[in-house]
């Protein structure tokens, strides 16, 4: 690839390779983000599906009910019976109905009542406004049944009076086994149906439901549900059971029960009720399937206790579940959720002076109260200990939390009796909102847990959000207060990386690196420290610092014989800014006795491209004077190309990012051939910087990059270490070498 | 359909950022400041998507002082578009009365949202 010399701005070049290559890179980002939603957005219409085919489910459920339960219709035609609900032949208790005479099936004592209702109908009259008759009728088992009879007349309009259609209500509720005949059904592991009562007793069950529970149907059938119950949920999750069926009408959700053999199993179980006219609570209807065997083969059988023991409450695997699923809401709608931690203050004095048994009271007192100011859509969980937390979805601000926390602090108010002992617990709440205070589940979490220790830390019976000084940041502190003295206690260093032909036979110069080793804190990388010493300032003490320190490194060593070209350093902008930077850096330089030459001065492509031309032009009166300025990272940021030819520039460091890449990125090799050819036409020279394999060299020289530095040929190094490293090269390649 | 007005003078970005916004609105293409001050003009867009650096002798913060300085045109929508990095562009350009700023490489996606908020969807 050639540059013409005089092409200026084009597409045709590097950088602006780079910048598309860039911008594309921020589209997959975003087709990222959009798949992602698409995922969720998936998920979502998955648990819907399967609501509706719950809903579907109970659908059917009722008609089942309600031909098996209550009501039941037959046609005759001369009698004859010629169809039946499947509820007739429950009630009948035979599958034969159809053929038979239906008069045959009446108890002797009332076929008068029901020969005179077949004789009003052909009189005309509307029998179903008198009411139905009470009539007696005989099943299989020769006992009698009570039943309200009608004979419906609206499906028949015109027909003759020979077809009839009669509704039959039985008077006795019996409770009802429905035989599941499909076989295949059971095999796979079908669902359980059952009918309460409004008082909760089983009015009917299905052949699953025995299966599942290992009750027969005369064992468990007018039995109250709660026989299923394992005592794995607590008190806590009845209440909220039964409210859920009083309120929403429904709840549904994993529980575990126990099987008439002692066994525990996890069962997923809906259950809605039913109502009358008058919104009375008649019945509840309900469905489960068993999940132990999808749980073992997830291995999950050791998560069987999904609710906390004690309290009742959820543990932290669903906590951990539902705060997912929490957040993944709030970005969805665009809402907000708050996440709370809360501790008990002074809890481990109770456990200790008064013993666990009262801790474990106080502890599902507290649970109570925590359930009894949260909201329905709250999810109160205890996490172990008297660590409890609280999700709130659907926040519209963050003061609908602080209202919520208030709640809790006031419901810890009255004291707690256990026993001979009055307790006066209070909580310290840690608050933390998605998405202000973190956007992930861990960061939500340490964050509101970090609210709560500082809340803790004032004293307790108290909330506190979360402050970005909460947090990490004081780690931060801690260094910036670290790194402030570092200079001062000498715990700042230089290492010197040396740069080669590409040959590796002949030294070209050396660029000085800083390091920090912290008392505190050991070896921290200049990623962490450079950032604070450019925002607290300091850079510029210790950028002059590195440029002293490393011409006297140099003077040093061309006294003790050992020549070395030239240095480069890092500049900061910061440094760059100072009025003074170029009578700084003279001062320096004369001060250890090198000549201009010796000092190179390297600053980073995207910074150098932001200077006003003042900064550029204390760059060039520092460049007359002989020094060399190398524009480092090059590639990574936006360069006008039309302007870099009128920097003051000797030198381009082609950015480690494209050498790393070099050997299985075609991008990266058009980048660097690019840079390589870029710089031949202005006639700078090229340094490689991060070579760290034979293969990057090979395409690097193919390219004609003539200069290179990296861990392939000599890693950064004490000073000490360069003397011996430059004596074995002189050795191997002869004195002249060294340029 | 409103009328957007797209000024850089890399090809490949104006075709990004046309396939980006071509399917809601009527888009009008600028490869330098003069076209774009001639286009503006003439077409009255509803934005104007401007990038910051341009070849020739004026670039995209002199297309924003015009338009502002423009009696027909003052009102427009301008987002400005620069280089990572540039905080001095960023000041100028929310001085000189840009009303949205990118940064490049920037998020179509919240190209597309500045552009809703702004038109209220």
């Known amino acids: 690839m050639m540059f013409p010399p005089d092409s200026g701005n084009t597409g045709d070049s590097g950088a602006l390779v780079a910048e598309l290559q860039a911008q594309l890179y921020r589209?997959?980002?975003?087709?990222?983000?959009?798949?992602?939603?698409?995922?969720?957005?998936?998920?979502?219409?998955?648990?819907?599906?399967?609501?509706?085919?719950?809903?579907?489910?109970?659908?059917?459920?009722?008609?089942?009910?309600?031909?098996?339960?209550?009501?039941?219709?037959?046609?005759?035609?001369?009698?004859?019976?010629?169809?039946?609900?499947?509820?007739?032949?429950?009630?009948?208790?035979?599958?034969?109905?159809?053929?038979?005479?239906?008069?045959?099936?009446?108890?002797?004592?009332?076929?008068?009542?029901?020969?005179?209702?077949?004789?009003?109908?052909?009189?005309?009259?509307?029998?179903?406004?008198?009411?139905?008759?009470?009539?007696?009728?005989?099943?299989?088992?020769?006992?009698?049944?009570?039943?309200?009879?009608?004979?419906?007349d609206d499906f028949s309009v015109g027909a003759e009076a020979e077809q009839l259609h009669w509704l039959v209500r039985p008077m006795i509720q019996d409770r009802i086994h429905i035989y599941d005949r499909d076989q295949s059904r059971q095999e796979l592991g079908g669902e359980a149906v059952f009918y309460a009562d409004g008082n909760g007793r089983l009015l009917v069950v299905n052949d699953s439901f025995c299966r599942i529970s290992g009750y027969q149907p005369e064992e468990c059938l007018g039995q109250p549900m709660r026989i299923l119950k394992s005592g794995v949920q607590g008190e806590h999750f009845y209440r909220m059971f039964w409210e859920a069926l009083k309120g929403n009408g429904s709840w549904q959700g994993e529980i575990v029960n126990r099987r008439k053999s002692g066994e525990l199993y996890p069962e997923w179980l809906s259950v809605a009720s039913s109502r009358d006219s008058s919104g009375e609570i008649v019945g509840y209807f309900g469905k489960f399937h068993d999940l132990s065997r999808l749980h073992e083969s997830e291995g999950h059988l050791s998560k069987l206790a999904y609710y906390d023991v004690l309290t009742g409450l959820p543990n932290r695997h669903i906590f951990q579940d539902r705060l997912k699923m929490a957040m993944s809401q709030a970005r969805r709608s665009n809402t907000q959720m708050g996440l709370f931690f809360i501790d008990l203050d002074r809890f481990k004095q109770v456990n200790d002076t008064l013993g666990h048994d009262v801790g474990d009271e106080l502890l599902k007192v507290v649970a109570q109260r925590l359930a009894s100011v949260t909201r329905e859509m709250d999810t109160v969980a205890r996490l172990g200990g008297d660590e409890f937390t609280v999700i709130l979805p659907n926040l519209s601000h963050e003061r609908d939390a602080h209202a919520i926390a208030t709640k809790i602090l006031e419901v810890f108010q009255p004291p707690v009796q256990v026993g001979a002992h009055l307790l006066f617990p209070s909580p310290s709440i840690g608050i933390a909102m998605f998405p202000s205070h973190g956007t992930d589940e861990a960061t939500l979490i340490r964050r509101a847990d970090m609210a709560m220790y500082h809340a803790k830390g004032d004293g307790g019976n108290?909330?506190?959000?979360?402050?970005?000084?909460?947090?990490?940041?004081?780690?931060?502190?801690?260094?910036?207060?670290?790194?402030?003295?570092?200079?001062?206690?000498?715990?700042?260093?230089?290492?010197?990386?040396?740069?080669?032909?590409?040959?590796?036979?002949?030294?070209?110069?050396?660029?000085?690196?800083?390091?920090?080793?912290?008392?505190?804190?050991?070896?921290?990388?200049?990623?962490?420290?450079?950032?604070?010493?450019?925002?607290?300032?300091?850079?510029?003490?210790?950028?002059?610092?590195?440029?002293?320190?490393?011409?006297?490194?140099?003077?040093?060593?061309?006294?003790?014989?050992?020549?070395?070209?030239?240095?480069?350093?890092?500049?900061?902008?910061?440094?760059?800014?100072?009025?003074?930077?170029?009578?700084?850096?003279?001062?320096?330089?004369?001060?250890?006795?090198?000549?201009?030459?010796?000092?190179?001065?390297?600053?980073?492509?995207?910074?150098?491209?932001?200077?006003?031309?003042?900064?550029?032009?204390?760059?060039?009166?520092?460049?007359?004077?002989?020094?060399?300025?190398?524009?480092?990272?090059?590639?990574?940021?936006?360069?006008?190309?039309?302007?870099?030819?009128?920097?003051?520039?000797?030198?381009?460091?082609?950015?480690?990012?494209?050498?790393?890449?070099?050997?299985?990125?075609?991008?990266?090799?058009?980048?660097?051939?690019?840079?390589?050819?870029?710089?031949?036409?202005?006639?700078?020279?090229?340094?490689?910087?991060?070579?760290?394999?034979?293969?990057?060299?090979?395409?690097?020289?193919?390219?004609?990059?003539?200069?290179?530095?990296?861990?392939?040929?000599?890693?950064?190094?004490?000073?000490?270490?360069?003397?011996?490293?430059?004596?074995?090269?002189?050795?191997?390649?002869?004195?002249?070498?060294?340029? | 359909m409103r009328k957007i007005l797209i000024v850089d003078d890399q090809p490949d970005i104006r075709r990004l950022i046309h396939l980006t916004?071509?399917?809601?609105?009527?888009?009008?293409?600028?490869?330098?400041?003069?076209?774009?001050?001639?286009?503006?003009?003439?077409?009255?867009?509803?934005?104007?998507?401007?990038?910051?650096?341009?070849?020739?002798?004026?670039?995209?913060?002199?297309?924003?002082?015009?338009?502002?300085?423009?009696?027909?045109?003052?009102?427009?929508?301008?987002?400005?578009?620069?280089?990572?990095?540039?905080?001095?562009?960023?000041?100028?350009?929310?001085?000189?009365?840009?009303?949205?700023?990118?940064?490049?490489?920037?998020?179509?996606?919240?190209?597309?949202?500045?552009?809703?908020e702004h038109f209220g969807s």
């Open chain 1, 27 to 152: 589209y997959a980002e975003d087709l990222y983000v959009l798949m992602s939603e698409h995922d969720e957005l998936q998920q979502r219409y998955r648990a819907l599906d399967r609501s509706y085919r719950s809903i579907s489910d109970y659908r059917d459920l009722l008609t089942t009910l309600m031909y098996s339960a209550s009501e039941a219709y037959l046609s005759t035609s001369s009698g004859q019976i010629t169809s039946a609900t499947r509820s007739a032949a429950v009630l009948f208790g035979s599958d034969e109905l159809v053929g038979q005479n239906l008069r045959g099936l009446i108890a002797a004592e009332s076929l008068a009542a029901f020969d005179e209702m077949q004789g009003e109908i052909s009189a005309g009259d509307n029998v179903r406004s008198g009411g139905g008759r009470l009539i007696g009728l005989v099943n299989a088992s020769g006992e009698v049944v009570e039943a309200l009879v009608w004979i419906i």
């Open chain 1, 462 to 739: 108290a909330f506190r959000v979360f402050e970005a000084d909460d947090e990490g940041d004081t780690r931060v502190f801690s260094l910036e207060s670290a790194f402030r003295q570092a200079l001062d206690r000498g715990e700042l260093y230089l290492v010197y990386q040396p740069q080669l032909s590409a040959d590796g036979q002949t030294l070209h110069g050396v660029e000085a690196l800083l390091r920090w080793r912290s008392p505190d804190f050991g070896d921290v990388s200049p990623n962490v420290f450079i950032p604070i010493a450019e925002w607290s300032g300091a850079i510029v003490e210790i950028g002059r610092w590195v440029i002293r320190t490393a011409c006297a490194q140099m003077a040093a060593w061309r006294e003790a014989g050992c020549h070395v070209e030239r240095v480069a350093v890092n500049i900061s902008p910061r440094q760059l800014r100072d009025a003074n930077f170029t009578a700084l850096v003279i001062e320096e330089l004369e001060h250890s006795g090198l000549p201009a030459e010796a000092l190179e001065l390297e600053i980073t492509e995207s910074e150098l491209m932001l200077y006003p031309e003042s900064t550029l032009m204390k760059l060039d009166e520092l460049r007359k004077r002989g020094l060399s300025i190398a524009i480092d990272d090059f590639g990574t940021g936006y360069s006008n190309l039309a302007r870099l030819r009128t920097l003051p520039v000797d030198r381009i460091k082609v950015d480690r990012s494209f050498v790393q890449d070099l050997e299985h990125d075609g991008d990266a090799q058009a980048i660097s051939t690019c840079i390589v050819t870029m710089a031949k036409v202005m006639k700078l020279d090229v340094v490689a910087e991060g070579v760290e394999t034979a293969g990057q060299l090979r395409h690097l020289v193919d390219q004609g990059c003539t200069s290179v530095q990296g861990f392939l040929f000599a890693q950064p190094m004490l000073p000490a270490s360069i003397e011996n490293w430059i004596g074995l090269l002189t050795t191997q390649t002869g004195e002249t070498n060294v340029a």
């Open chain 2, 21 to 116: 916004l071509g399917k809601r609105y009527e888009i009008h293409e600028a490869s330098n400041a003069a076209d774009a001050l001639l286009l503006a003009a003439e077409q009255k867009p509803d934005a104007v998507i401007l990038d910051v650096m341009m070849p020739g002798d004026l670039n995209g913060m002199d297309v924003l002082q015009r338009i502002r300085a423009d009696a027909e045109l003052k009102g427009t929508f301008v987002v400005m578009v620069t280089a990572k990095g540039q905080q001095a562009d960023f000041e100028t350009a929310i001085d000189a009365g840009a009303d949205g700023y990118l940064i490049k490489p920037f998020s179509p996606l919240q190209l597309m949202s500045l552009l809703q």
